[in-house]
């Protein structure tokens, strides 16, 4: 079936040029025929049977940056001209071989730091540990478990002519933590005492810890580690790679460990969900007497496990690393009709008279707060308050009791549409997301690593909106 259109097709378009063998193979060997659709829509990161496609649609145009891999599915509506949805567009699909490639170059195992180093002998008694750190699907810097590091008595080692060591942690995704201006981390070593060394960054993925004392102590402590975690969107771990050498002994350096270890687990944060309602009375009667009537729905976020939703101090790992935000729930609202005002409740809506989990806040465009709170308008959704955020079309809320980590709730806000009638029923997109989030950066497009200004966390909008439909008023 599928070769008989593609025949049909064939002799009705100029005879294909065949792609020239190296610019084949690098496209294969880039994408490594992962489909950059599936990858970058699904976060489907499986082989994928499928074609070279060319982007301008022109099948004579075997330039590298116009040929993209692409599965028989996503291939045949990219190239379909009679599809009702909008079809993918070129930058689109584009800025998906972008990702795409990069997570090829990245997803290789860690690269090793000390390779001269362990020629010799290892000295097996030393041993790396870590606890893990759920991370989230939706987040791009993610706190990650700690690192334990075990040291065998030093005196009775083959190699007791050396006091300090040289450690370096190498992740599979790039650093992302918060960098000093001197060029250290929030990432620390301690030897669980009360000497603590800030880590350094030695390359987008590499954190390295030098002349590290080791004749006391028994154990090291790595702590803090942030790593960004949209190069791991489907369920699994993220490791590190840990290397320590003595760092006063001859050339060339001993080398004392080399261990992979899990410091994240990935899951999905939440569901988002958003339904129309009828408004209540009290919305009703806040905008009474006047010639504009009022739309309303609720929008769900619901927490997937326990720590999905952060408050500030809970983000930083309680001062671990420590975080600029709490966890923002953003809901996106896009078509919302001219000359329409739009309140969001100040609070989440609670069954009972317990304390909020999360409060209403100002934020730019990007999901990031502002430093002003939101102004509270007349309306109230029931007994709770609500603000506008007629401007930004961004309803924002961050969580500030700490509770949320113990009641892992599902999550649900009042939003209403205030404006003059309609006269055809309309429909509004919704779509739900964390922040803030930040774009990346345009210098490094696709890697997000350690800076001093990105706020932390940082987060990805992964979801997709969600049609809301208002029958007539
Ligand atoms: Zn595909």
């Known amino acids: 079936m599928y070769g008989a259109i593609r025949e049909a097709i064939a002799m009705r378009k100029p005879k294909r040029k065949k792609t020239p063998p190296e610019v084949e193979t690098r496209v294969l060997t880039r994408s490594s025929r992962r489909c950059a659709l599936c990858f970058q829509l699904d976060g489907d990161r499986q082989e994928k049977e499928g074609q070279i496609a060319h982007l301008d649609k022109q099948r004579t145009n075997n330039v590298e940056d ?20 909008k079809n993918y567009t070129i930058h689109e699909v584009k800025e998906a071989r972008k990702a795409l490639y990069d997570w090829v170059k990245r997803r290789l195992p860690p690269k090793q730091a000390h390779s001269k180093a362990f020629d010799g002998k290892v000295i097996t008694a030393w041993r790396a540990m870590a606890t893990q750190r759920l991370v989230r699907i939706e987040s791009y810097s993610e706190l990650l478990g700690t690192i334990e590091l075990e040291l065998p008595n030093v005196n009775h080692t083959p190699h007791s002519d050396f006091t300090s060591v040289d450690i370096t942690v190498s992740l599979d995704t790039t650093v992302s933590n918060r960098l000093n201006l001197d060029g250290s981390l929030q990432a620390t070593l301690s030897n669980g005492l009360d000497t603590v060394h800030r880590g350094k960054l030695i390359s987008a993925e590499v954190i390295s810890f030098e002349d590290i004392q080791v004749s006391s102590a028994a154990k090291l402590i790595i702590d803090g580690i ?107 609202l896009k078509n919302v009709p001219k000359g329409y005002s739009v309140f969001t409740t100040a609070h989440e809506l609670k069954k009972s008279f317990d304390q909020a989990l999360t409060v209403a806040v100002s934020t730019d465009f ?19 308050p609500m603000v506008e955020i007629t401007e930004t079309g961004l309803g924002t809320w961050e969580v500030t009791n700490s509770a949320i980590v113990t009641v892992n709730p599902k999550l649900t806000f009042g939003i209403s549409l205030i404006g003059p009638p309609l006269e055809a029923p309309f429909s509004i997109q919704v779509g739900g997301a964390l922040g803030p989030w930040y774009a990346p950066s345009s210098q490094r497009p696709g890697v997000r690593t350690a800076t001093t200004t990105f706020p932390l966390p940082r987060f990805n909008n992964l979801e997709f909106p969600i049609e809301v439909k208002f029958g007539s008023p």
């Not at 942030?226 to 050498?245: C, K, P, Q």
């Open 66 to 85: 116009n040929l993209v891999w692409l599965c028989l599915r996503h291939h045949s509506r990219y190239d379909s001209k009679t599809s009702q949805h």
């Open 226 to 332: 942030r790593g960004d975690a949209t190069l791991h969107r489907v369920r699994g771990g993220m490791s590190a790679l840990v290397e320590v050498i003595a760092a006063n002994s001859k050339v060339p350096p001993i080398g004392l460990l080399r261990e992979s270890v899990t410091i994240g687990s990935v899951r999905r944060a939440f569901v988002f969900s958003a339904e129309a309602v009828g408004s209540p009375a009290s919305v009703k009667e806040g905008i009474r007497g006047s010639n504009i009537c009022a739309h309303s729905f609720l929008v769900h976020f619901e927490s997937q496990f326990r720590g999905a939703f952060k408050t500030r101090e809970q983000e930083g790992g309680d001062g671990v690393s420590p975080a600029d935000h709490g966890t923002v729930l953003v809901a996106t």
């Open 366 to 384: 990007k999901g990031l707060r502002t430093k002003s709170d939101p102004i509270p308008a007349h309306l109230k959704w029931g007994e709770t």
